[in-house]
């Protein structure tokens, strides 16, 4: 019995069935968009050489299945299936065939039916086959061009943050100039004014001395600012040297003790256990002792700052920063290195002349002559800084 004929026949139900089982299916939400037309897809074909393959008369036409399965793959890929529901829908397809031919298999021979079932079995298997083959590649190729794209993208953004590095290089350096002359005239216009001690002056004074102040802190900021720049553009160079340790820290203590004596804090300096000497770039030691200090000062408003040095192994030295501050809490001490981040909202301290810029820096440098730093801090009694840097 030749079922190719009843196959043709029905090729029109077959289809119309097979679409809404896919609709209907829940696990295929890839068609939850697409038109009739568009799930229906090259269904028609692949039924049409299944036919010729059920055909004893008729030359079986694989090639069909194959092609019509390959473009199946690929355009479920530019649809967006997922493996499995390409799978589910050959699965419908299957039961749908069947169930359309099932009253004539009843009345063919058990050699027709047989060699009916193994045929369309083979021929779905084969389209699934093609069609996961051709599904692979289009979703291959896909990835690929999104590869290039994000490539393309990356090399974009990357150019862009360099423009914008450069660019805000270049304002700092141009804003310190004319910041520069501000305060060097502002400074000669109060030294002469209280030279001739004048009382109506009083109040031109004290508006020169705003200027002054605000213009420092932003020559400062821009400083930092350009710090943070050289050091992101890799052109922040260390020049190491053999220093000395005690020298260098009675430097330190000598520039920020004014600072502690004006707030009327305790300034402590536990250093007997440091090294002699050690081999690092001796300005950047500064910068990291006098930002961390100062920044301590700048957060106490009672109590003390201790500063504390040691050899911590054949390797490394260290040194700590104890204050009895404000604290950070938990959830901002993994930003508080981030350029500009401001953990502490007491009104008292927000006022005060701090950039955000000096933990990033200390954070960068350490970085930069291959230390570490730590933090432990709790809210509203204090933190305490350690920097563990090589002697060597």
Same mark, same amino acid.
């Given at each position: 019995?030749?079922?190719?004929?009843?196959?043709?026949?029905?090729?029109?139900?077959?289809?119309?069935?097979?679409?809404?089982?896919?609709?209907?299916?829940?696990?295929?939400?890839?068609?939850?968009?697409?038109?009739?037309?568009?799930?229906?897809?090259?269904?028609?074909?692949?039924?049409?050489?299944?036919?010729?393959?059920?055909?004893?008369?008729?030359?079986?036409?694989?090639?069909?299945?194959?092609?019509?399965?390959?473009?199946?793959?690929?355009?479920?890929?530019?649809?967006?299936?997922?493996?499995?529901?390409?799978?589910?829908?050959?699965? &419908?397809?299957?039961?749908?065939?069947?169930?359309?031919?099932?009253?004539?298999?009843?009345? #063919?021979?058990?050699?027709?039916?047989?060699? +009916?079932?193994?045929?369309?079995?083979?021929?779905?298997?084969?389209?699934?086959?093609?069609?996961?083959?051709?599904?692979?590649?289009?979703?291959?190729?896909?990835? @690929?061009?999104?590869?290039?794209?994000?490539? &393309?993208?990356?090399?974009?953004?990357?150019? &862009?943050?360099?423009?914008? @590095?450069?660019?805000?290089?270049?304002? +700092?350096?141009?804003?310190?100039?004319?910041?520069?002359?501000?305060?060097?005239?502002?400074?000669?216009?109060?030294?002469?004014?209280?030279?001739?001690?004048?009382?109506?002056?009083?109040?031109?004074?004290?508006?020169?001395?705003?200027?002054?102040?605000?213009?420092?802190?932003?020559?400062?900021?821009?400083?930092?600012?350009?710090?943070?720049?050289?050091?992101?553009?890799?052109?922040? @160079?260390?020049?190491?040297?053999?220093?000395?340790? #005690?020298?260098?820290?009675?430097?330190?203590?000598?520039?920020?003790?004014?600072?502690?004596?004006?707030?009327?804090?305790?300034?402590?300096?536990?250093?007997?256990?440091?090294?002699?000497?050690?081999?690092?770039?001796?300005?950047?030691?500064?910068?990291?002792?006098?930002?961390?200090?100062?920044?301590?000062?700048?957060?106490?408003?009672?109590?003390?700052?201790?500063?504390?040095?040691?050899?911590?192994?054949?390797?490394?030295?260290?040194?700590?920063?104890?204050?009895?501050?404000? #604290?950070?809490?938990?959830?901002?001490? +993994?930003?508080?290195?981030?350029?500009?981040?401001?953990?502490?909202?007491?009104?008292?301290?927000?006022?005060?002349?701090?950039? #955000?810029?000096?933990? +990033?820096?200390?954070?960068?440098?350490?970085?930069?002559?291959?230390?570490?730093?730590?933090?432990?801090?709790?809210?509203?009694?204090?933190?305490?800084?350690?920097?563990?840097?090589?002697?060597?």
């Amino acid at each position: 019995m030749d079922f190719s004929q009843t196959l043709s026949d029905k090729s029109d139900a077959i289809i119309d069935q097979w679409v809404e089982a896919v609709y209907q299916d829940q696990q295929i939400e890839a068609t939850q968009e697409l038109t009739f037309k568009a799930v229906r897809d090259s269904l028609p074909r692949v039924l049409k050489a299944l036919a010729t393959v059920l055909s004893e008369s008729a030359t079986s036409d694989l090639q069909t299945v194959v092609d019509a399965s390959l473009e199946h793959g690929t355009l479920r890929a530019e649809q967006g299936f997922e493996p499995a529901e390409i799978a589910r829908e050959y699965r &419908l397809l299957r039961f749908v065939i069947f169930s359309h031919l099932e009253q004539d298999l009843l009345q #063919g021979s058990p050699q027709d039916v047989l060699r +009916a079932v193994r045929l369309i079995d083979t021929v779905i298997d084969e389209a699934i086959a093609r069609c996961f083959n051709s599904y692979t590649q289009g979703r291959l190729q896909e990835f @690929k061009q999104l590869q290039n794209q994000l490539r &393309l993208t990356n090399q974009e953004l990357t150019r &862009l943050v360099h423009a914008n @590095k450069e660019s805000v290089s270049q304002l +700092a350096h141009e804003l310190k100039t004319p910041l520069t002359s501000i305060i060097g005239y502002s400074d000669l216009f109060l030294r002469q004014h209280r030279q001739q001690s004048l009382q109506d002056s009083y109040s031109d004074i004290e508006s020169i001395e705003r200027v002054l102040k605000s213009s420092r802190l932003l020559l400062r900021l821009i400083n930092d600012t350009l710090e943070i720049s050289r050091y992101d553009a890799g052109q922040m @160079k260390l020049q190491p040297t053999l220093t000395d340790v #005690g020298d260098l820290i009675n430097l330190v203590i000598e520039m920020i003790e004014p600072l502690a004596l004006a707030k009327e804090l305790s300034l402590v300096v536990d250093c007997d256990r440091a090294p002699q000497q050690v081999t690092t770039d001796p300005l950047r030691l500064q910068q990291i002792l006098t930002n961390l200090l100062s920044n301590a000062i700048r957060y106490t408003q009672t109590g003390s700052i201790r500063l504390e040095c040691w050899i911590e192994s054949q390797q490394q030295w260290a040194i700590s920063v104890t204050d009895s501050g404000v #604290g950070i809490p938990p959830e901002a001490q +993994a930003q508080i290195f981030n350029p500009y981040f401001r953990a502490v909202t007491d009104p008292l301290v927000q006022s005060t002349d701090g950039t #955000g810029l000096g933990l +990033a820096i200390v954070s960068r440098l350490v970085q930069l002559m291959h230390g570490e730093i730590k933090v432990n801090s709790q809210l509203g009694k204090g933190s305490t800084f350690t920097v563990i840097l090589p002697l060597d």
